[in-house]
């Protein structure tokens, strides 16, 4: 699959946006999680960022973690999204720049 619009990573059927978003670069990733971020009133995207982390300290499974995320995104972002799977869509794009960066900052050391 081309390079995804916003359109798509909002409207795709959940098996695909999945599929496509591992294959997807990490800069991509971070642009699309940036532009819905910003879409739903966020200002500081590193801030979030700073926030959700914290937020997942001693999360053991990664289902509570993303939970977690969600949770965090809708208590944090001022513009409710109007489709309810937005904040999902978004925590499964944030979790997966998590798990990179992680595991990229792991293997530097």
Same mark, same amino acid.
Do not use: C, W
């Given at each position: !699959?081309?390079?995804?619009?916003? =359109?798509?990573?909002? #409207?795709? =059927?959940? &098996?695909?946006? /999945? ?17 819905? /971020?910003?879409?739903?009133?966020? =200002? ?8 959700? !982390? #914290? &937020? ?10 993303? /939970?977690?995320?969600?949770? /965090? ?5 001022? =513009? ?11 925590? #499964? ?14 293997? #530097?050391?």
């Amino acid at each position: !699959m081309s390079k995804l619009s916003k =359109n798509d990573i909002i #409207t795709l =059927n959940e &098996a695909e946006l /999945v599929a496509a978003l591992k294959l997807m670069p990490d800069e991509e990733l971070e642009d699309h999680a940036f532009s819905l /971020v910003e879409e739903l009133g966020g =200002n500081d995207f590193g801030a979030l960022m700073k926030l959700i !982390m #914290t &937020a997942l300290e001693g999360q053991q499974s990664n289902q509570k973690r993303y /939970v977690k995320i969600q949770s /965090v995104l809708r208590d944090t972002l001022p =513009n409710k999204a109007v489709m309810s799977d937005i904040y999902e869509r978004l925590a #499964t794009i944030l979790m997966l720049i998590l798990v990179r960066k992680y595991k990229q900052i792991l293997e #530097t050391k």
